[in-house]
């Protein structure tokens, strides 16, 4: 597999390079720029703004020099600003695809600082539309999850940008509908349905591996959608930027921004199983000179759902504020607040590993069952800049996490199995949690020479914590008031039949019993970690990645107690630590293609401990990663190739016979290995067509355990993770001159191959089996009509009604939704 990924990246890099022949011109590449500081103002040759024809600043507008070719970019406040420009008249062009082009002389004297201001023709809300139509390509947009501005061409790693305009017109609801723009990233489940369990590579993120503006998140509710700017994915090993993070890649989520012009929008959104979500986002500047801009963004959700009497309620509100400190320093706080309640599900349920034959809608929980979460967070950003190159960015962060679930335990997995007739003893489970993040982290990037070689450096350290505290409760005492002496000191809630969960055949319980709490675990957790990077741009055509990162972890004695015996155990506190290099090697043989490869590893703390009752050291986790990256044809077309081994060889096993005073020892013997390859294609907007396209394959297996009787089977398949994975979207908006100006339209298909769950079967473990769970393509349909200040949406989503389900171990059977329909009324402030 490893050769056939490494044939085919080079197979379509040599069509990428015959397509490049003849047709590669100079380019200048325009960088935005920020407010020089004082110690830089005598370097200062050339500076203005340049603003909108309603007087708003024009950002993100090229401004080039023709005569010395040097070009910058204005930044949000529309100001531009040369250095060390030598005295001359020069010829000053301000220009963005779509904008009508200015040219104007100018003189640049000696010692003196000249300043040209410039007023386009178009006024602000046209200048974003038309930006948004010139989008950068998939390989030029610049993302904040890699802590420095690195060009995705230098980037010696796949990186994947769902942007705002992406969002919008896809009418994106849920991470999940995102994740179908982005191969190799994909749902693993949705358990209890209250969560989207997301993987990449054959490897799931954990809550390590999810970021909101850069600071890890709780991904154990559903992020809100309506706030959010763009994600950002960099798949692969990420452990030099972020510590331990699982394998497969990070998510960044990036909210919107404080604005200084004054604007925002009211939507509200229906949608079937009565769903509805209005929604409102407004932003604006707090004083005259703009030195202070708000953005607060807001929304309340209520909706049925296709499954019988499950039912959600979610509220949301992020304020935000951007204060200018100063003319190079910018201090940015960001808060946010969710409460999302909603009916526990855990699906269709499974008989002897094979999923039952239940219609869609069939809940088999309690109607009481509630899952109830608030999630606070808040965070400051202070980024100062030393003139054009260095910049300091410090980040202050904290949230806070709180669940607590109630409802029926899960099919298969409290002692009682669904019989082949759909006879299943429901029992109960609760749970509650309360964790408390804390995060300060400081990033200094900078751009220096050595000689003729090039630097882009990153310097860094973090360190954050953890304190959670869960509780337990007694699940075996709820009946012991009743009269059934035979359900006494069991977690027998009730009978019902899966097949037929209201009929008459059993007495169906209704009531709330008292669960007492019972223990009460407090696990701290601290890690610091301090890393550098540097870009070295060896040649013109030849860059250098290399980093290394040193991380601690500190698992703290954690606490338990028994609650109502009133007494109190540890857990033995542990110390994990590793450094994590990078290595990547990048070739350009033009400017408009990229050919990388690259090494990195990963480390993942194990719990638990040897035969020598020490406690087991953190799993090392190597990637290899080759790839192309390509931008065609003017840069109209994108294709990207990328492929990857991942290598495992410290997975944690079971000792098979262990001795007597650990019984429960592991080792780190067993191997994980990950090999896939991803493509992806993009084209930006051509005569209003743009289109979307990618494939994925992944096989990840157990390839190493530690003998005939050990607790994984070489050669089986880790479950969840789909072998492949493929996705297309074409949307077209009318032009201007046509008589459907405004209107657009959109198709999107997702398929989702193969993929197994239940349970490994081992030879400690015969009865185990894997489930197969059958592959499916969801086909959605979109159009909008926008007018002055007023749009409509509308989006038909599995179209064909497609069944298919996303399955934990066989407890949690989550079928897919079938089709559904909404619309959105929006209006522009």
Known sequence: MTR???????????????????????????????????????????????????????????VQLKETKQGTMTNEFGEYYFYNVPEGRYNLIVSFVGLKTIQSEIEIKKGEVASYDFVLIENKNELEEIIVKATYTINERSSSIGKMNIKPMDLPQAIAIIGKDILERQQVLHISDALQNVNGVYLMGTTGGFQEEIAARGFSFNSSNTFKNGIRYNNAVMPEMSSVEKLEFLKGGSAILFGNVAAGGVMNIVTKKPKFENGGEISFRAGSYDFYKPTVDIYGSLDKKQTAAFRINTTYEKAGSFRDMVKSERFYINPSFLLKLSSRTDLLIETDYLTDNRTPDYGTGAINYTIADVPRNTFLGVNWGYNKVSQVTANATVTHHFGNNWQLRTVAGYQNYKNELFAAARPNNNG??????????????????????????ADLTGKFSTGSVEHSLLFGADADKYKTGSFTFLTTAYNNSLSNASIKNKNNYDTINVFDPNGTSFTKRYDIPYLAPNLLTTSPVERIGVYVQDIISIASKIKLLAGVRYSIQQNQQATVDTLAKGTRGYVKAYTSEAFSPRLGLVYQPTKTVSIFASYTNNFSPNSGVDTSNNPLKPSIIDQYELGTKTDLFNKLLSVNVTGYVIVNSDFALAVVNPPASVP??????????????????????????????????????????????????????????????????????????????????????????????????????PTYKLMALPDYTVVDLSASYSADKYAVRFKLSNVFDKLSYNVHDDNSVNPIAPRQFSATVLYKL
């Open 4 to 62: 056939l990924c490494l044939i085919f990246c080079l197979g379509i890099l040599s069509v990428q390079i015959a397509a490049q022949n003849n047709s590669t011109n100079s380019t200048i590449t325009f960088q935005p720029v920020t407010p020089p500081n004082t110690s830089a103002i005598s370097a200062v040759a050339l500076k203005g703004v340049v603003r909108t024809s309603d007087g708003k600043p024009a950002a993100f507008v090229n």
């Open 416 to 441: 009682y199995f669904i019989q082949t007739n759909g006879t299943w003893i429901r029992g109960l489970q609760k749970s509650k949690t309360a964790e408390d993040y804390y995060l300060l982290q």
């Open 664 to 765: 429960n020892a592991r080792e780190l013997v067993g191997e994980v290995t990950s090999k896939g390859v991803e493509l992806d294609i993009a084209t930006k907007s051509f005569h209003g067509f743009s289109f979307i396209a990618g494939y994925s394959y992944n096989d990840t297996r157990y390839t190493e355990s530690n003998g005939a009787n050990s607790s994984v089977k070489e050669g089986d398949r880790l479950r969840y993770n789909p072998s492949h994975t493929a996705n297309a979207s074409l949307y077209y908006a009318f032009a201007d001159n046509s008589s459907l100006k405004g209107l657009s339209l959109g198709a999107g298909a997702f398929y989702v191959g193969d993929r197994v769950a239940g349970r490994n079967p081992t030879a400690t473990n």
